[in-house]
């Protein structure tokens, strides 16, 4: 495990003051500022406060491709993508257009098989879309939307177009560049994105739910001009909000203040028990109560369990889950979503075995055998190619190295996906890569923490050398030590389940995240629990606490700097304060 060094976050005085005197809770006065929020405005999670749909490029031009498409009765397919934010975002277009007034059987979509199709609107993709909307030569689907994906389909928007189709491209992924290193966008009708030029939406975080959902509200504005409803009347698009808060969270975008208003107000219609009837049946799945609905339970409960549908089965699976509106058709696809997950937790468990003694083979043979390289690239025909993902993540969090992990596809072409840490922008270094070794990558795409490529076996030596050199150049000795950012010592008023409460009826996540706490501590017990959990139980402050550490078997110092996030265990109907440690100095 990388030892990490713990730092305190700084609280500026000012802000967490002028926060507490407007009425906002000490402890989280103090909490917010840290993370920057400026004044108790920033804080109103209102809808009224989101950004206006008019500031987010295209809205208004594909608002109107929209409402002509719904008034003449075309029939419009949306292509999905295999993970959580393009399962919701499929689900929310789907939703949305039919309250919209789409004929639901107008409305279809496809979503790619990640083992066949790969990733994005293909020409196989657009020809997929024409056989199941159109399988016995009826009218083909006039419009195509892309969701969560789409900006960089240059060769599949081509081909829709050539066969008279229009496309409307709505993604949140960066756009793809060509051999001059020009930004390269794909000739759709319309492209909606936060992240194409010439946008100017404040939040170039917006999952892409978000941006679907965005979608939707600029074309009920378009209705409502046309006189088709007034504001007393116009369908109410917030009913979606549990879909978009879940694809947004399972997405680990940034939340931004807008993103976490979208998710406030998810969370909030769940706890009021108002949810769409798969996300009720996926909480019971996963055995979480709605009426305590936080982040958590999107990005570690729900959140997998869909994408393990992508990664394993068929995403159509998920879809179909949020689509539903048949408690008992909803509880059956949540139960096969369920067992899927449990299986993707083998193959992880069986990949991140193997994976660990390839990387202990790759150390041995380093020049010093206790230097990780600053990269690292891990590749095993044994390998699954839907969970390669997860496996880079937990290998990045373990080692703190930008990593990626390769998985033999049905092409034959290995299909990668990494995951980075701060300070390495991926998706530029695999572009770096692209243009030091013209014809390696076949394809590559994705952000600044998570990435994808796709290249030949045999080119794998020169991109496990290229990426390590890369990051040789990019990152400084001192990046490759992680930091833990903290918030300090909890005052012992604090320490009870209402500030628990209080801080898990907060929205955090990625860019705003959850408090972690770092104090002094007696261990006066440790021993681990189900193989692979270290129990403790500490005096702290004078106090008996219990705490345990997920993950961790080494045990710790007598006397030790912990930094934990403060947790309710329940255990039958018994409630007790925990510790959950993050990690130790």
Not at 50 to 56: E, G, I, K, M
Not at 352 to 369: G, M, T
Request: with cysteine; proline share 5%.
């Amino acid at each position: 495990m990388n030892a990490a060094t713990l730092f305190t976050r700084d609280v500026p005085p000012r802000l967490a003051f002028a926060l507490e005197q407007a009425g906002v809770h000490p402890l989280l006065a103090r909490l917010f500022a840290a993370r920057g929020v400026r004044s108790a405005d920033e804080l109103d999670d209102g809808l009224a406060r989101l950004l206006a749909p008019a500031t987010l490029k295209g809205t208004a031009q594909a608002a109107v491709l929209l409402a002509d498409a719904i008034a003449a009765g075309a029939r419009i397919c949306v292509v999905a993508d295999y993970d959580c934010d393009g399962a919701t975002a499929c689900a929310v277009a789907l939703r949305g257009l039919v309250m919209l007034g789409a004929a639901p059987a107008s409305v279809g979509y496809v979503v790619p098989d990640r083992a066949v199709h790969g990733y994005g609107l293909t020409p196989a993709i657009v020809d997929l879309a024409l056989a199941q909307m159109n399988p016995a030569a009826a009218d083909p689907p006039a419009l195509l939307v892309t969701v969560d994906n789409g900006i960089a389909s240059i060769a599949g928007v081509a081909h829709a177009r050539a066969l008279g189709l229009q496309v409307l491209v709505t993604d949140h992924h960066l756009p793809a560049l060509g051999a001059d290193g020009a930004i390269e966008l794909p000739d759709a009708n319309v492209i909606v994105n936060p992240s194409q030029p010439g946008c100017g939406f404040e939040s170039k975080s917006l999952a892409g739910v978000g941006v679907m959902f965005y979608v939707l509200l600029a074309l009920r504005a378009e209705q409502r001009a046309r006189g088709l409803f007034d504001a007393a009347s116009q369908p109410k698009l917030d009913a979606l909000l549990d879909l978009v808060a879940l694809g947004t969270v399972a997405d680990v975008v940034k939340l931004d203040g807008n993103n976490r208003r979208l998710v406030a107000q998810g969370l909030k219609r769940v706890r009021a028990g108002r949810m769409q009837a798969g996300v009720a049946a996926l909480f019971a799945a996963a055995g979480r109560a709605p009426e305590r609905a936080a982040g958590f339970d999107f990005g570690f409960a729900l959140g997998p369990r869909i994408n393990a549908a992508g990664r394993l089965a068929d995403m159509t699976l998920g879809i179909e889950c949020l689509t539903t509106d048949d408690p008992a058709r909803a509880a059956e696809l949540a139960g096969q979503l369920d067992a899927i997950n449990r299986e993707r937790r083998v193959v992880e468990a069986d990949m991140r075995e193997q994976a660990e003694l390839l990387l202990a083979q790759l150390l041995a043979v380093q020049a010093d055998a206790q230097a990780t390289p600053p990269a690292l690239v891990l590749f095993d025909p044994e390998f699954h190619e839907g969970v390669v993902g997860i496996v880079a993540g937990r290998l990045k969090d373990q080692l703190h190295r930008p990593t990626f992990v390769l998985a033999r596809g049905q092409d034959g072409l290995l299909k990668g996906s990494g995951r980075s840490i701060p300070g390495f922008h991926l998706r530029d270094a695999l572009d770096l890569i692209s243009k030091r070794h013209p014809g390696v990558l076949r394809r590559f795409g994705g952000h600044a923490m998570a990435a994808g490529c796709t290249l030949a076996e045999a080119d794998l030596p020169t991109f496990a050398d290229a990426l390590r050199r890369v990051a040789q150049e990019w990152l400084q000795p001192e990046a490759l030590n992680r930091r833990l950012a903290t918030d300090g010592p909890l005052a012992l008023e604090y320490f009870n389940i209402a500030t628990v409460s209080a801080l898990d009826a907060q929205v955090w996540g990625q860019g705003f995240e959850a408090p972690v706490f770092c104090d002094e501590v007696d261990v006066l017990a440790q021993r681990l629990v189900g193989e692979k959990h270290l129990k403790l139980r500490v005096r702290h402050a004078g106090q008996l606490r219990d705490a345990i550490w997920f993950g961790h078997a080494e045990p710790v110092a007598a006397r030790v700097r912990l930094a934990y996030r403060l947790n309710v265990d329940e255990f039958q109907g018994q409630q007790r304060l925990q510790m959950v440690v993050e990690g130790t100095a």
